[in-house]
């Protein structure tokens, strides 16, 4: 069964930075488009950033353009997330998504498969 894990989370300073992964499995990676998602509480998940299944194409939430940066890895089946210049607002759980072979979307009724999430503490 498809499986993604996202690891990398933790609690970070004000201006720090962070790498979130996701290791998939389960799947042919390199024929999924790939985004990382966020929920804080008590508000609805939002789009982050998201790479397409080559690679080619990315696109961010305007909250973080400039400061974060996905990337991926089909070789080892990993998507990245480099989070700098982390912000108080960037506290959340941090969820990887895969879409099979299509456009970078900012829906997450878009994405078929999910991880479990990994939670990312930003301190004052």
């Known amino acids: 069964q498809v499986q993604l894990v996202e690891s990398g989370g933790g609690l970070v300073q004000a201006g720090g930075s962070l790498r979130l992964s996701c290791a998939a499995s389960?799947?042919?990676?390199?024929?999924?488009?790939m985004a990382w998602f966020r929920q804080a509480p008590g508000k609805e998940r939002e789009f982050v950033a998201g790479i397409s299944w080559g690679g080619g194409t990315t696109d961010y939430a305007d909250s973080v353009k400039d400061r974060f940066s996905i990337s991926r890895d089909n070789a080892k089946n990993t998507v990245y997330l480099q989070m700098s210049s982390l912000k108080s607002e960037d506290a959340a759980v941090y969820y990887c998504a895969a879409r099979f072979w299509g456009q970078v979307m900012s829906h997450r009724a878009e994405y078929k498969y999910w991880g479990q999430g990994t939670q990312v503490t930003v301190s004052s």
């Open positions: 389960g799947l042919t990676f390199s024929t999924y488009t």
